[in-house]
Every structure is written in C-alpha cells, then in structure tokens.
C-alpha cells in the first residue's frame, strides 16, 4: 500500500472554498494510485483569535484548558474537510488526536509525540476511507488534550509519515522554502533541495514555513518532505539528507525572529553558581534559553542578558525576579523590541571570513549587535528590531544574490 500523506495549512483551509481545492488535491492523489491521509490546521486565523480570546480572560490562562480551547480549531477544519471530500464522492472519516491516537507527554501547549498508534489509520485505509487527522494536538496517557506547540500540524504530518512509512507533502501558501521570507524579501528564490541540517536550523531561525520539530522528526526517520503551494502545481522544495543535496552553498537561506524577548540581570555578583541557579529555575518551568550574553566583570558584578520566546517571556521575567532577589542582583530589564538575525548554510563549514562579512553588512548599515551567537553551520545576530527588515535584506543581497558564485564543491570543498 502506497500511503501519503498530505499536510494542509491555515491558509491552505482558510475558507469553504480553499477546503474544497486541498479536497482535489487529495482526490488527485488518491486517483494516482496513493492511500491519501490528510492532516489539517485550524482555518487561518482561527488559533490566533482562540488565544486572544483566552488572554481577554487572564494574562496566564491555565496550560490545560489553553489545550482543550485550542485543539477545537483543527477539529472544527478537519470535520468540514471531511464533509467536502464525502459531498465530493471521496468516502472521508475525521480523527482528532485522541481518536488515532496520538500519544504526547504532559507539557501542555508545548507537548512531545512519544507513540502514534497506526492500526485504526491502517484499518480505514484498507476499507477505502481518507482518514481526516487534526494536526497540532495529541493526547497524553490519561486522556488529557495537548497540543504542540504553534505550527505543530507540520509535525503531525511528518510524525504520521514516519509512523506509516510514507511520503509526506507539506501544502501551503508559498511555493516552496526559499532564501529568505518572499514577504519580506521580493528577490528570495526558491530552493529545489535542501538538507534536513541545514532545514532545521532556518525553521528554528524564524523561517515558520516548517516547524521545527517536525523537521527533527523527518531526520531521525528518514522521511522526505516536499513542501509545495496549495495553490498551484508547481514542484516545491525537497527537504532531504544531507547526500542527496547536490547543490551545496554557503549560505543558503537569511532568516529573522522578532518573537523573542532579551532578559537582563542587572549587576549580578561574579561568582560561581549563579547562572546555574537563574538557568536551572528557567529549566524547571520548561522555557527554552536561547542566547545568552554575560559581560565581562567589573568589581565583583557583572550583567547576564539572555533571550526566550516573547510568549514565555512575562513568566521567564517573574521567574529571574524571584532569583534575582534572592541572588542579590540590582534589577531585571525586559526588552521585546529585538530581532535576531541569522544566516545559515552547509558550506559555512568550510568556509571562512563569513563571520566577518556578516558584521561588516550590519555595520555598514548602522546596525549594532547586542549577542552573538554561531554553530557549524550559522551564525545569528541579536539587534534591534526596528532594522530588523533592513537586516534581512541587506544580508540577502550580500550572501545570496550578489554572492551567487558563493559555492562549494564538496564537503571539505575548496570552492568558497
Ligand atoms: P501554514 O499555515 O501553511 O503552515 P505558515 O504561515 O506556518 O503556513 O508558513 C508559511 C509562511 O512561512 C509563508 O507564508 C512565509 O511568509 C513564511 N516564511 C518564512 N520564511 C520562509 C522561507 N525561508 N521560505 C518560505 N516561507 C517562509
Ligand atoms: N493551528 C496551529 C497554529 O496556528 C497549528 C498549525 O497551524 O500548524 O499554530
Ligand atoms: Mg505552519
């Protein structure tokens, strides 16, 4: 049984009439020969309204019944996505999460796949159903509702691909991963391939066309990923291993992240233990420490500036305060207005002075870099946000468009 599954974004089931071009989609596929499964986000704008709705209600709405309100968007889109397959002729059956199941850990909002259960997916395909599965939500091993954090449907898709030996196409609303965000660069091209390495840094790098998590995924399991529009036929991006990639570049792709938040401990004492207590207290509430900057000394104290997601950041904020108190520290500085910048690419391996000319770009645009941060394969800017748009495009131009004959030949290669 050839099985493949077809993932559909918010914007891709935005309407009645979206639904029903995903439905052709998937009728395509199933008339080529596949055992379709589909897996649907909520329709576009729907989380983003559930969350407003929950925070008109309190600041910190409780993480359990932030899940139950949120899995309700993609159950209300795959029951239509249902009902348009079946008034279209295609027998279609719709699962929650729970009703596959797909089992998470209990971190509300932010929940892990630890087991998909393929049996009943297996018994609906062989009795001629398109199982309809709501991403994004899962169910722990008491019956709880999770969810997986934002963007998740990506991961379902890639979790179920992985779990039922199938290819896996990701639908949405641009053609494909390109060079940078083609909202905010109009020259970003298209990338015909690209490594799951070099995937997964850009999606956790502010590239949201993949979310993270479900590129990890498709590592470990070896699944390949075509992401590709909804709204046209066009051959999209394959995310692939790093071997099949022909076309190895420095940089392959800008990215930009305005969702985090820069947290500074104002005159810390310079001892031993402190960053493991802030760091430790941040790790037990389950925030993810992104940058982290400490000054050089100055008579016994220093300042420690780090960044998290600006959603955990009102709770990493009342999280340092406490330690911060109790560590003696001066004060604690929120600031939201900062972007983090990043270019990210294979050949930067073997290649060298990139580093360099990365500053020299922001520099000679009067842009200053608060952190720095780099791994084998990209190196990321912490600046102002307010450039943040300049950054991208400055940046693109340099590496991407002026630097086209940027290329390496191998892996040690020569070329750069
Ligand atoms: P979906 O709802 O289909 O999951 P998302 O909004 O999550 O779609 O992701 C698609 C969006 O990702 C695009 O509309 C685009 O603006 C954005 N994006 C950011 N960086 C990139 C990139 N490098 N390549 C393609 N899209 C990108
Ligand atoms: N609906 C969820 C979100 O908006 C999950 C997804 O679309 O992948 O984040
Ligand atoms: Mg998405």
Redesign the pocket.
Do not use: H
């Given at each position: 049984m050839k099985i493949l599954v077809q993932k559909f974004?918010?914007?891709?089931v935005g309407t009645l009439e979206r639904i029903e071009n995903a439905a052709r989609k998937v009728i395509k596929a199933v008339e080529s020969g596949y055992r379709v499964v589909v897996v649907s986000?909520a329709m576009a704008g729907e989380t983003d309204a559930l969350i407003e709705t929950a925070h008109r209600i309190s600041e910190f709405p409780n993480e359990r019944e932030m899940d139950v309100l949120l899995s309700t968007g993609e159950q209300k889109a795959v029951a239509l996505f249902a009902m348009t397959l079946r008034k279209m002729g295609y027998p279609a059956i719709s699962l929650c999460g729970w009703q596959v199941p797909i089992v998470t850990d209990d971190v509300h909002t932010k929940a892990r796949i630890r087991k998909i259960g393929t049996q009943r997916i297996r018994n609906l395909l062989e009795e001629g159903y398109i199982p309809v599965v709501a991403g994004f939500q899962g169910v722990t091993e008491t019956w709880e509702i999770t969810t997986l954090g934002r963007?998740g449907?990506?991961t379902t898709a890639v979790a179920l691909a992985a779990a039922l030996r199938a290819d896996c196409e990701i639908y949405?609303?641009?053609p494909g991963?390109?060079t940078?965000?083609?909202?905010i660069v109009p020259n970003a091209k298209k990338v015909p391939h690209i490594s799951y390495e070099e995937m997964i840094e850009?999606a956790s790098l502010g590239?949201?066309?993949m979310q993270i998590r479900s590129v990890e995924f498709a590592a470990k399991y070896g699944v390949r990923i075509h992401v590709r529009s909804s709204f046209s036929d066009e051959d999209g991006t394959w995310i692939l291993p790093e071997e099949e990639v022909m076309e190895k570049v420095v940089v392959r792709?800008v990215?930009v992240e305005t969702k985090e938040s820069r947290i500074t401990v104002v005159r810390v004492p310079d001892r031993p233990g402190i960053a493991a207590k802030i760091f430790k207290a941040l790790g037990d509430a389950h925030i993810v420490v992104d940058m982290i900057v400490q000054n050089v000394s100055h008579e016994g104290y220093t300042d420690m500036s780090f960044t998290v997601s600006k959603t955990d950041a009102p709770k990493a904020e009342e999280i340092v305060r406490k330690v911060a108190q109790e560590i003696g520290a001066k004060e604690v500085v929120r600031d939201d207005r900062v972007a983090k910048v990043s270019i990210v690419g294979l050949g930067m391996r073997s290649s060298y002075g990139t580093a360099g000319m990365m500053f020299d770009v922001l520099a000679k645009n009067g842009i200053n870099i608060m952190a720095i941060s780099t791994s084998e394969i990209k190196i990321s800017c912490l600046i102002d946000e307010k450039y943040a748009e300049l950054a991208v495009r400055e940046l693109h131009e340099a590496f991407i468009e002026e630097g086209e004959e940027i290329k390496v030949e191998d892996e040690k290669g020569k070329g750069s």
């Open positions: 974004g918010g914007t891709s986000s963007g449907s990506d949405t609303d641009v991963v390109f940078a965000d083609p909202r850009l590239a949201k066309v792709g990215t």
